[in-house]
């Protein structure tokens, strides 16, 4: 298929370059100039989407998606007839809906389709995709799911991607917070910390999150799989979405207070994890493995 790939940072990079391998002809756009080995590149989105049978979108925040599809030199000067844009970005499901109706005015199609698996997932191929949007539209970019991911979970139509996105999140969220404050109060009260993985992993405790993230943090490697920032990000458009829904969220509004603090301690370009440093620094003492 031919596809303008437009984002290339840490997740659309190995993505765009898995759609090349897989045979695709991909022409890749980015801010700041990037090389796909086997792509073209695009100096503006609209030149990206010109001739494409899909746009797909991994950008920052919803600001940035409106800017690329809608602003100057945006997809929207190349739309099509039978086009699809689909939006791996994590993004607020309302807006979501407002440019989908956008688009259809031009006879294109949206399918919001936000992934996890972090950036190992998105360089090896094995992202989860969750999928909004019409059904016969999700069954024309199976390809390219299949080329980038192992597996699509369709939540309903358009938005409901997006929407299912915010809830995983908000779960990582609160299951990581809770894991963090239990190794920070084990260390406080001399329990190693390697012990209590161990445990975890053997209990009905143990979770995905935890086995994920537990390797890293025993290491004291906060390098960005899912940077800070991003998750910040997710938590604030969960708890729109929430207000928006006349739904209250307390552990989740808790949880985005520590995220503000560790962000003005100059951690948003690290992992989500280093919310345990917050931790750590409030009760003195310091989570780490043996070997770390």
């Not at 980015?30 to 792509?39: F, L, S, Y």
């Not at 999700?138 to 996105?165: D, H, N, S, W, Y």
């Not at 915010?166 to 001399?190: D, P, R, S, W």
């Amino acid at each position: 298929m031919r596809v303008a790939f437009l984002g290339l940072g840490i997740m659309g990079q190995a993505m765009a370059t898995n759609l090349v391998k897989a045979g695709h002809e991909v022409t890749v756009w980015n801010r700041t100039p990037k090389p796909v080995e086997g792509a073209a590149v695009a100096q503006t989105p609209a030149a990206a989407a010109q001739g494409a049978e899909v746009v797909w979108l991994c950008v920052s925040d919803t600001d940035a998606v409106e800017q690329v599809v809608f602003g100057h030199d945006g997809v929207q000067a190349s739309l099509a007839e039978d086009m699809i844009i689909a939006d791996s970005s994590t993004i607020s499901p309302s807006a979501t809906l407002r440019f989908a109706e956008r688009i259809a005015a031009k006879g294109a199609a949206w399918v919001d389709a936000p992934m996890t698996g972090s950036k190992i997932g998105a360089r090896d191929g094995t992202l989860v995709f969750i999928v909004g949007g019409d059904e016969a539209n999700v069954e024309r970019l199976k390809p390219l799911f299949a080329a980038m991911g192992k597996k699509i979970f369709r939540m309903g139509e358009t938005a409901k991607g997006q929407a299912t996105k915010l809830v995983m999140n908000l779960q990582i969220a609160l299951i990581f917070e809770g894991f963090a404050e239990a190794l920070t109060l084990a260390a406080k009260l001399g329990v190693d910390p390697q012990q209590l993985v161990s445990l975890i992993e053997a209990t009905m405790v143990r979770s995905g999150v935890v086995e994920y993230k537990a390797p890293f943090i025993l290491q004291r490697d906060f390098t960005p799989n899912f940077p800070l920032r991003l998750m910040h990000k997710d938590i604030r458009l969960a708890l729109e979405a929430a207000k928006e829904a006349r739904v209250k969220l307390p552990g989740l509004q808790t949880v985005e207070e520590i995220y503000e603090m560790a962000t003005e301690d100059g951690h948003q370009d690290l992992d989500y994890a280093a919310t345990l440093t917050l931790l750590e620094k409030w009760a003195g003492v310091q989570v780490k493995g043996k070997a770390a």
